[in-house]
């Protein structure tokens, strides 16, 4: 009888950690599930992130090029901004050129109107000069002709 009761014992302890085993086993296959699930969920962020990085990858190159287009127009802003100094600096030469030509124009226009009044000056001094000669003449002329008739009167 003993006998029969150990084995009842070892019977009852049997379908006890077979039970418990199967609770385990339960156990371990809802973790195993939810590994699965999180292995599942973590391929797909995997996925995401790797197409998500594939896209960054193509927004640095538009960013590299745009940064390379913002520096070559940095770099024609700088010429043209030199050029434009150069420009202001030969335009600021060539207009006191400009104005020193000007000025001696309007010298040389002085002098030929100061040269022209004295000429106009000199002329009416030589047109009263003339006309006095002429008068002299014309009394010169007069005298001879009245001399020479007053001769030929006599002579005849």
């Known amino acids: 009888e003993q006998m029969g009761q150990l084995y009842d014992e070892k019977c009852q302890q049997l379908e006890e950690d077979k039970k418990t085993h199967k609770e385990g086993l339960a156990m371990m296959e809802d973790i195993l599930e ?3 699930i999180k292995c599942q969920q973590l391929e797909e962020d995997e996925k995401e992130y790797k ?3 594939a ?3 193509g927004m640095q190159d538009d960013y590299d090029t745009m940064h390379q ?3 070559e127009a940095m770099t024609l802003a700088t010429g043209m901004s030199e050029n434009m100094a150069i420009f202001v600096e030969d335009h600021k030469a060539t207009v006191k050129g ?3 030509k000007l000025a001696s124009k309007n010298i040389e226009l002085g002098q030929a109107a100061l040269s022209k009044e004295v000429l106009s000056m000199t002329l009416n001094a030589l047109k009263e000069e003339n006309e006095v000669l002429r008068t002299q003449f014309k009394e010169a002329e007069n005298y001879y002709e009245q001399n020479l ?3 030929q009167s006599n002579s005849a």
Do not use: R
């Open 34 to 36: 939810e590994a699965t």
């Open 51 to 53: 197409a998500e990085l």
């Open 55 to 57: 896209q960054m990858e």
């Open 69 to 71: 287009s913002m520096e």
């Open 98 to 100: 400009f104005k020193e």
């Open 149 to 151: 008739k007053v001769a």
